[in-house]
């Protein structure tokens, strides 16, 4: 997996996390490139949450931000943390743009949370299938568990270019865990 780090950062990750009370359940796969589909995402506690766990795990871990934000001084420190700037209105769109990262990079994990908002949402958005499916990666699907207090590695899942059934099969293998506000979780059906 994609590394960035010292022992600084990760002891300052584990102590925090064993502060927190939190668990991480679960393997990382071997694998050079993912796309890494994060849920349920009902808070912004989730990213108090995961920022630690990244830090002690030493993991580079890419996101998606639109190309406006990265100026200066911004830009260095956006794209040293893993930040990769997306223009939304390039022909091809994001996800060629994505998978075209992924081919410049020996290794890279970009994560996404396929809900796209805190805000209960009627439904996910697909740009992470179609990201990983361009890209020709596999997903790692990794969910926050609030009830339990871990963060677990559910599976990795390979697309087969069916949206609609892709999109049913993550959200089935996601629907057990449950975010720190369920009322704000999708309705899977």
């Known amino acids: 997996m994609p590394r960035t780090g010292n022992w600084f950062t990760k002891g300052v990750g584990l ?22 589909a994060l849920a349920p995402h009902t808070s912004n506690w989730d990213f108090i949450v995961a ?19 990265f ?7 956006f794209m040293s943390l893993g930040g990769i700037p997306t223009d939304r209105s390039a022909a091809g769109g994001m996800a060629k743009q994505v998978a075209s990262q ?38 790692l699907l990794i969910a926050w568990d609030f009830p339990t207090k871990r963060i677990c590695i559910d599976s990795v899942f390979h697309t087969t270019g069916n ?5 049913q099969e993550v959200q ?18």
């Open 15 to 36: 102590l925090i996390v064993k502060m927190l009370g939190w668990r991480f359940d679960g393997e990382f796969p071997h694998e050079k490139k993912l796309m890494v």
């Open 51 to 69: 920022m630690p766990f990244i830090m002690a795990l030493k993991l580079k871990a890419s996101w998606l931000m639109k190309k406006e934000a």
């Open 71 to 77: 100026f200066f001084p911004f830009k260095g420190i």
């Open 102 to 139: 992924f081919k410049q990079n020996d290794k890279m994990w970009v994560a996404i949370t396929p809900e796209g908002t805190r805000k209960k949402a009627t439904k996910w958005k697909n740009g992470f299938l179609r990201i990983a499916h361009a890209a020709q990666v596999p997903i």
């Open 163 to 167: 949206l609609e059934a892709d999109m």
């Open 172 to 189: 089935k293998r996601f629907s057990k865990y449950r975010g720190r506000n369920p009322e704000n979780q999708t309705d899977i059906a």
